[in-house]
């Protein structure tokens, strides 16, 4: 939702890694910042309008981001798109740093409206490992940004860190940064930051998508005695 400068760069960037992208604007004049080559579906409306939403083919999205003008616009699209129609990855852009944190709890990530905010609205929307956040200048070390995963949630840190091979290297947690503990619990909500090496991150996502495994018992037992 929103045709304006992100709007129109997050739609193209989506269609260019070949994605099925819709784009609704309550002015039909937005669409041409789309350019003549988007071959996405145009559906002029508001954005939290249902109707406009399901007109959008919101039944079938993967993902949804809210990036109008408007924070209050922005929120309630990103909720409508989570609570009724049952959209997980939903994504606001909010101009009011202030909101960040109450939005936060009612698990709809934000970003603030920096220069970068079309890279940042993109990495949390793509499939998990499918755009890093960084790499370093080798390219053999990556680091990404995942909201954790819900078969994760209440588990240690380091047990995630010793099954998947990767490390955490500070967890986005109701709008604060935080360095986890041997000692730190998953919550929901969190953003962990995750850090592999590029040759590995296949696993590292297998590996987190099959949840914790069976065998950590015995290795906790063998690093405890």
Same mark, same amino acid.
């Given at each position: 939702?929103?045709?304006?400068?992100?709007?129109?760069?997050?739609?193209?960037?989506?269609?260019?890694?070949?994605?099925? +992208?819709? +784009? @609704?604007?309550?002015?039909?004049?937005? %669409?041409?910042?789309?350019? !003549? *080559? %988007?071959?996405g579906d145009k559906v002029a409306g508001i954005g939290f309008d249902q109707e406009v939403l399901e007109k959008a083919g919101i039944r079938r999205a993967e993902a949804f981001a809210a990036v109008s003008s408007g924070d209050n616009s922005n929120i @309630?699209?990103?909720?409508?798109?989570r609570e009724t129609f049952g959209v997980d990855n939903v994504v606001a852009r909010i101009y009011d740093p202030g909101r960040a944190e109450v939005y936060e709890?009612?698990? @709809?990530?934000?970003?603030?409206t920096v220069k970068w905010t079309a890279d940042q609205v993109l990495r949390r929307l793509? !499939?998990?490992?499918?755009?890093p956040s960084f790499r370093d200048m080798s390219g053999t070390i990556r680091v990404? !940004?995942?909201?954790?995963?819900?078969?994760?949630?209440g588990e240690r840190t380091i047990r995630l860190q010793q099954q998947t091979g990767s490390r955490i290297a500070w @967890?986005?947690?109701?709008?604060? *940064?935080?360095? !986890?503990?041997r000692d730190s619990i998953i919550q929901e909500g969190d953003v962990l930051h995750l850090v592999m090496r590029e040759d590995r991150a296949t696993d590292v996502f297998t590996s987190l998508n099959a949840g914790p495994s069976g065998d950590w018992h015995d290795?906790?037992?063998?690093e405890n005695s």
């Open positions: 939702m929103g045709c304006g400068r992100v709007g129109s760069t997050l739609a193209r960037s989506l269609e260019d890694r070949n994605h099925t +992208v819709s +784009v @609704i604007d309550s002015e039909p004049d937005a %669409f041409r910042r789309l350019g !003549p *080559g %988007f071959g @309630i699209a990103a909720r409508v798109a709890r009612l698990g @709809i990530s934000t970003v603030a793509l !499939p998990q490992g499918a755009e990404d !940004p995942l909201l954790a995963p819900t078969t994760w949630v @967890i986005d947690r109701l709008g604060d *940064g935080m360095l !986890p503990t290795y906790a037992l063998k």
